[in-house]
């Protein structure tokens, strides 16, 4: 049967162990909660209420202001109201490739293409540069979408390996070009212009590629010089025998396609 100096041995291990459980409790409070905040901050961000998930995001960091979780979060919340902000809490979070993208989405916001375009690069965020660059265009705001691809332009002008991404960079400001053309008639003669030399680059870049050429040939076919629509169309043919919308444009421009070359 345990004796006296036993109960007083166990009843001090359990006080102890109250005091440590009390104690961790005291220090775990906060990131927990903090964590809490982080999730309901991210429920709010999800169901399009940015200013709501700040506000969680905001409560989570008053409780641990030095959490990359909450400052990247936050910095999504803010990318829209506050691109400056976002770029702040992206930079303090300092968490890897995802938060240097994130970066060129606030750098983007901010009107600074060439720094958007380093931070895409490095994050090798090429994609999320192009849906950036489509979503500006979408607002109308085709000068600050053209001024990103220039930017990724100058970039990869001096890498040889990269001859292919570039060509695919001036057909974009082609494209991009073009559609301003439209939606800024008053404008009109200056972005079609852009569209032309751009396209042209893009083939001379990647003088293979059928699409660079349809584009270019088109291009010069509606707005430009109606000759080198032609010599455009029928290089398209010397690639694609009968390719169908070369056809129809050569016809319509009244000129006849090249014969198709006999395999000896």
């Known amino acids: 049967m345990p ?4 109960f007083r041995v166990r009843k001090e291990l359990i006080g102890a162990g109250i005091v440590a459980l009390a104690l961790l409790a005291a220090a775990a409070w906060r990131p ?7 999730d309901l901050g991210n429920l709010a961000l999800a169901k399009g209420d940015a200013a709501g ?3 969680w995001f905001d409560r989570g960091l008053a ?7 909450l400052l990247e979060d936050r910095g999504r919340a803010l990318l829209d109201s506050d691109p400056a902000e976002a770029l702040r809490d992206f930079q303090a979070s300092a968490c890897g490739a ?3 993208a994130e970066m060129g989405d606030a750098q983007a916001r901010l009107g600074n293409a060439d720094a958007a375009v380093a931070d895409y690069l490095q994050a090798n965020a090429a994609v999320r540069l192009a849906a950036m660059e489509d979503r500006i265009a979408q607002t109308g705001r085709y000068d600050e979408a053209i001024a990103l691809e220039t930017a990724l332009v100058q ?5 040889m390996l990269l001859r292919a991404d570039l060509a695919a960079a001036y057909a974009k400001i ?5 559609a301003a053309s439209y939606a800024k008639p008053q404008a009109a003669d200056g972005y079609r212009r852009r569209a032309i030399a751009s396209f042209k680059r893009a083939t001379e870049i990647a003088p293979f590629n059928e ?5 270019y040939a088109s291009a010069q076919k509606d707005w430009g010089d109606k000759n080198a629509a032609r010599e455009a169309y029928m290089r398209v043919l010397s690639l694609h025998p009968h390719q169908a919308d070369a056809e129809q444009a050569l016809a319509e421009l009244g000129a006849a396609p090249l014969p198709t070359p006999h395999v000896r």
């Open 211 to 215: 699409g660079y050429l349809l584009s």
């Open 3 to 6: 004796g006296p100096q036993s």
């Open 53 to 55: 998930a700040q506000s």
């Open 155 to 159: 970039r990869l002008g001096g890498d």
């Open 174 to 178: 082609g494209k991009l070009s073009a």
């Open 63 to 69: 409780l641990t202001p030095h959490s990359r979780l």
């Open 98 to 100: 995802a938060c240097i």
């Open 32 to 38: 927990l909660t903090a964590w809490w905040f982080d």
